[in-house]
Every structure is written in C-alpha cells, then in structure tokens.
C-alpha cells in the first residue's frame, strides 16, 4: 500500500518527465491500482491496468511497454509466475515488484525471478516513480527469437521442434543446438572455432572430427531427402545454412 503521509502531497513529488512512458500496472486492490494509474498519468505516462496475474499475462506479451509494475500477491497467477514466464519466454520488459513481503529473503526471490527492481509496501509515490522512471532509461535487451526459418526449414525453440516442408525431424540435443547455432546466423559463414566455442563450449581445438561428424549426420537429416541443400560447407573456411532457392 502507499504511505498515506505521501497521498495529499502527491502533486508537489512529481516531477516533470521528458519522455513519456507506457506502463502496465498489474494490481488487484482496485484502490491502489486506480491511484496509482492516476498518479503516473499525472506525471505524463501511458497507463494501462490488469487486475490478475493472467491478464497481466497477456497484456504483457501482447503489447509493448516500457515498465511494468507488478503485485507479488496476484490472484489466478502470482507476480513471480508472471515475471518468470515472461522471461523464459524471451520478454525483457523491465519489471518493478510491489509486494507487503519486504524481508531480506522476499526481495532476493523476486529479484532471481527476473524482477529487475523491488519496492516493498507501504512506499512513497515518489520513489516509486524515480524507481520507474530510472527503469524505463535503461536500454532495452534484444528480446529473443523462439523460432528460426531458413526456406522451409523451420526451428522452435520454445517446443525444440525442427520440421522441413512440415515434416517433423528428431534430432540428437547436440545436433539440435547445432542447427540453432547455425539458424540464428543464417547466410553467413560459421567457422569451426565459433563451433566449438559456443555449440560444444571448448576454448581450444580437442584435436578430432567431431564438427565434422555432427555435420554428416545433421547435413543426412535436414538435405538428404528434400529438393535443396540448405546446409553448405564453405571450403576452408566453415559452414552456412542458406535457401539457395534451387533444386
């Protein structure tokens, strides 16, 4: 809740912004989330409400917005499964966590499930306003890609589904990774050190075909039996995923 020594001086703590903001407010006491969507309007934001955790939920992944303030203590889904599922599903929105559980422990749980700031209750508007605000002039991470297309190749991260032409391919997790690796720099060269940096996580050369060999196998599984390579080796200096657009 908010500090009822700060609610009559509301207007005298707000400072002017220079850029406006897009807010979700993800609150369920119907008091403090209209005061509070008052508040932040007055100080020149966008604001918009959800009152459970599902509808913030879908607010969040359906719209973009710079902040989000979020109750811990949420009915259908509490503020931690929100945030949380937000990030596993790639969003980086910067999310401040509102909660009466303002011990030690409480600040760290919600902070390690992707909260980037924690404001326990009662609060002062201002600071919870400077808090936003200092959120929302933080530079926004790339958010992530769940999927990758090359042709009619096609791989979702999210399911760990490779299909071609809409035929599903199982592969082995390392050649999974691989062709993810590949994917996410489609048209370019990969070279093999960059492979065994980031598919098989060596810093050094182990000195074996092991690139090769997980090549052959994945190259017989996405190429052998459609009507274009789409897995080139680029002589001398790596490999490449690339949709020629010839048979």
């Given at each position: 809740?908010?500090n009822?020594?700060?609610r009559?001086s509301l207007n005298?703590?707000?400072?002017?912004?220079?850029e406006?903001?897009?807010?979700?407010?993800v609150e369920?006491d119907k008091e403090?989330?209209s005061?509070l969507a008052?508040a932040?309007r007055?100080?020149?934001?966008?604001v918009?409400h959800?009152a459970d955790g599902?509808e913030?939920?879908?607010l969040a992944t359906?719209?973009?917005?710079?902040?989000?303030v979020v109750?811990?203590?949420?009915?259908?889904?509490?503020g931690?499964?929100?945030i949380?599922?937000?990030?596993?599903e790639?969003?980086?929105?910067p999310?401040l966590?509102?909660?009466a559980?303002?011990?030690?422990?409480d600040?760290?749980?919600g902070?390690?499930?992707?909260?980037?700031?924690y404001?326990p209750?009662?609060?002062a508007f201002?600071?919870l306003?400077?808090?936003?605000?200092a959120?929302?002039r933080?530079?926004?991470q790339?958010?992530?890609?769940?999927?990758?297309?090359?042709?009619d190749?096609?791989?979702?991260?999210?399911?760990h589904t490779?299909?071609?032409?809409?035929?599903?391919i199982?592969?082995q997790?390392?050649?999974?990774?691989?062709l993810?690796?590949l994917?996410?720099?489609a048209?370019q060269v990969v070279?093999?050190?960059?492979l065994l940096?980031h598919v098989?996580?060596?810093?050094?050369?182990?000195?074996?075909?092991v690139?090769?060999?997980h090549?052959?196998?994945?190259?017989?599984?996405?190429d052998?039996?459609?009507?274009?390579?789409?897995l080139?080796?680029?002589?001398?200096?790596?490999y490449?995923?690339?949709?020629?657009?010839?048979?």
């Amino acid at each position: 809740m908010l500090n009822p020594a700060n609610r009559t001086s509301l207007n005298t703590e707000i400072n002017d912004t220079e850029e406006v903001m897009r807010i979700l407010i993800v609150e369920d006491d119907k008091e403090a989330a209209s005061y509070l969507a008052k508040a932040f309007r007055e100080a020149g934001h966008v604001v918009d409400h959800a009152a459970d955790g599902e509808e913030g939920y879908d607010l969040a992944t359906s719209a973009p917005y710079d902040v989000l303030v979020v109750d811990r203590m949420l009915p259908r889904r509490d503020g931690l499964s929100l945030i949380s599922g937000l990030r596993a599903e790639g969003h980086h929105t910067p999310v401040l966590v509102l909660s009466a559980l303002g011990q030690v422990d409480d600040r760290v749980t919600g902070l390690r499930a992707g909260g980037d700031d924690y404001l326990p209750k009662p609060y002062a508007f201002s600071e919870l306003l400077a808090r936003v605000e200092a959120l929302g002039r933080r530079p926004r991470q790339r958010e992530v890609e769940t999927s990758y297309t090359v042709g009619d190749l096609t791989l979702d991260r999210l399911s760990h589904t490779v299909t071609r032409s809409g035929q599903e391919i199982p592969l082995q997790p390392r050649e999974f990774r691989l062709l993810e690796y590949l994917m996410q720099h489609a048209g370019q060269v990969v070279t093999r050190t960059m492979l065994l940096e980031h598919v098989w996580e060596y810093h050094f050369d182990p000195q074996t075909n092991v690139i090769d060999v997980h090549i052959s196998r994945l190259r017989a599984k996405i190429d052998k039996d459609f009507d274009r390579p789409l897995l080139h080796t680029v002589r001398g200096a790596g490999y490449t995923i690339r949709d020629s657009g010839r048979a």
